[in-house]
């Protein structure tokens, strides 16, 4: 494999992440043994660039999800099958990619079958002959994909315990709607045999935190919750021995469990409250300053209708199968994928900066800008898939980034399915009712 990756920085260069991660991910799921890559960062006379989701993940997707649709039309084969044929199996974990990134677990063909299974694959054949009795046309794509999240290195943790029984965590990430509040206090409060509402949370206050590395790149949950995992441990272990001298027994006899030290041979327990009002305050602090390798995985299958008379798309169904290692909270990771879905959504179908003639940006704000909207969405089906990681010992993969990366590859893919009998073999992003009308009148003047 080779490929030459050009990136438009702007005028002035705020991040090379794009450019480094998709660099890295090339091939993705697949075996692909060997590989050359060139990347070059452009200087332009553009608005610099830089990410907020994704960061050259979803673009190393995109390129070979889009090579595999290409391919299997020129063999005839069925899109899904090319990438078995191709695909990593999970007997070769821990596989190192062409790129040096060594993937340690991860089911990928498990996870497209099961996406697959949930899509109805086989049903759309009846769906799109469905379609075209209404003159619309129908298509289905399949994207799968593999993360490689890193972010700032360094990261910690500071855990009181008031002798009033309040736990005070500090961390250096912030909390802009990810639900740390919740997820941290889960795993402090499993760790430590308390209840959530004793647990309060203060994440990137700088009068406070003496380091941190902030929220991105799925970095939050995967650094804070090793700490808080070493934290706990320390906080257990200073209690262990201060219970040991309450209860006059060996620290080495001393069992904590369900919020509580006990001794054999002895009726009494105590907790960590009741130790931490006897010496005034239980406090244990982590910090780390290493990388945790980790790659979450999963697939997307887009199906959506367009009208050939408008170049208008709706999307009918979207499924994603993510594995993000072991999730703490579920409910939140959903939300994290519901997120990412729409703004790949968005990415492929509506998002673009337009100037004029003279260089002006007339999409400059929200009034302009092609966002993605409620309506232009469907109801999202996701399921979590579980295999943790061993790298960490929460076994936690991470699912920030997880919905748009295989997201506009997934939905180009389809688009370009349902365009199939006007002999289209591409769209570039962002695809336009304007544009996929152009292209269908193309189309219908080669026949």
């Not at 553009?46 to 979803?58: E, I, L, M, N, V």
């Not at 199996?89 to 299974?117: H, I, Q």
């Not at 004029?356 to 399921?383: C, H, I, K, N």
């Not at 006007?422 to 269908?440: C, L, S």
Request: overall charge neutral; some cysteine.
């Amino acid at each position: 494999m080779r490929a030459s990756i050009d990136g438009n920085l702007g005028a002035h260069p705020t991040s090379f992440a794009p450019l480094h991660n998709c660099y890295r991910l090339l091939g993705t799921v697949y075996n692909v043994p060997v590989g050359y890559g060139a990347v070059r960062g452009v200087l332009t006379n553009s608005t610099p660039t830089s990410p907020y989701r994704g960061a050259g993940r979803p673009e190393a997707t995109f390129a070979i999800e889009r090579l595999l649709d290409i391919a299997a039309k020129e063999l005839q084969i069925d899109p899904a099958e090319i990438r078995r044929r191709n695909m990593v199996p999970k007997r070769a974990l821990p596989y190192r990619n062409l790129m040096g990134l060594t993937y340690d677990s991860g089911d990928f063909r498990g996870n497209m079958e099961t996406a697959l299974l949930r899509a109805d694959w086989k049903g759309f054949s009846q769906r799109r002959r469905a379609s075209r009795k209404r003159g619309k046309l129908r298509g289905i794509g399949i994207a799968n994909y593999v993360e490689a999240p890193v972010g700032a290195v360094r990261e910690r943790a500071d855990i009181s315990m008031s002798a009033d029984g309040e736990i005070k965590i500090t961390t250096g990430t912030q909390s802009t709607g990810h639900g740390h509040e919740t997820v941290f206090s889960q795993v402090a409060a499993d760790r430590l045999g308390v209840t959530l509402d004793a647990i309060k949370i203060v994440g990137g206050d700088t009068d406070i935190v003496r380091t941190g590395g902030g929220t991105h790149s799925a970095r939050s949950m995967r650094l804070v919750g090793t700490l808080l995992c070493e934290a706990c441990d320390k906080l257990i272990a200073a209690g262990r021995l201060l219970a040991a001298k309450s209860l006059g027994r060996p620290e080495d006899e001393v069992r904590f469990a369900d919020g509580l030290f006990t001794s054999a041979g002895t009726n009494r327990s105590l907790s960590l409250q009741d130790l931490s009002a006897q010496s005034g305050t239980l406090s244990a602090s982590a910090e780390i300053a290493r990388r945790i390798p980790v790659h979450p995985t999963g697939c997307a299958v887009c199906e959506l209708e367009v009208d050939p008379e408008t170049g208008l798309i709706d999307l009918h169904r979207y499924t994603s199968v993510d594995d993000v290692g072991r999730p703490i909270n579920p409910l939140i990771v959903d939300g994290q994928v519901h997120g990412g879905i729409a703004q790949g959504i968005g990415q492929a179908l509506v998002e673009g900066l337009v100037t004029d003639d003279g260089g002006q940006v007339v999409t400059a704000s929200f009034m302009d800008y092609g966002l993605p909207r409620a309506d232009r969405v469907p109801s999202f089906d996701v399921e979590l898939t579980e295999d943790p990681t061993s790298g960490n010992p929460l076994g936690i993969k991470g699912g920030g980034e997880g919905g748009i990366t295989p997201a506009p590859a997934a939905v180009i893919n389809a688009l370009v399915h349902a365009l199939h009998d006007y002999g289209i073999d591409h769209i570039d992003m962002p695809a336009t009712p304007e544009k996929i009308w152009t292209a269908i009148h193309a189309g219908q003047n080669r026949r």
